[in-house]
Nanobody
Framework: VQLQASGGGLVQAGGSLRLSCAAS????????MGWYRQAPGKQRELVAI???????SYADSVKGRFTISRDNAKNTVFLQMNSLKAEDTAVYYC?????????WGQGTEVTVSS
């Protein structure tokens, strides 16, 4: 599956952004979709995932601030990010895990100014 991420940008600390990840086909048979991020000089880390059944999981650093959701009708996964902090600055990557394949989107950059 091909993934197209969008929605990144520059925002002040405390602000909000909504990232979108549009898939090239139906999400129904995709086991898990999620968002990862990579800050400069750091390893890529998991931010949030959502299963085909709607079960979600979050990194401790974003719990209570970020919400992942999926719209199967639009083949799209969203990441609503509230109360953004400077440490959320990173390139955010959309991710899809199927039975035998893993796909990555191209990344969308989020910069939070303090």
């Amino acid at each position: 599956v091909q993934l197209q991420a969008s929605g990144g940008g520059l925002v002040q600390a405390g602000g909000s952004l909504r990232l979108s990840c549009a898939a090239s086909r139906s999400l129904v048979n995709i086991n898990v979709m999620g968002w990862y991020r990579q800050a400069p000089g750091k390893q890529r880390e998991l931010v949030a995932i959502i299963s085909s059944g709607g079960t979600t999981s979050y990194a401790d650093s974003v719990k209570g601030r970020f919400t992942i959701s999926r719209d199967n009708a639009k083949n799209t996964v969203f990441l609503q990010m509230n109360s953004l902090k400077a440490e959320d600055t990173a390139v955010y990557y959309c991710h899809a895990r199927e039975v035998i394949t893993i796909s990555w989107g191209q990344g969308t950059e989020v910069t939070v100014s303090s």
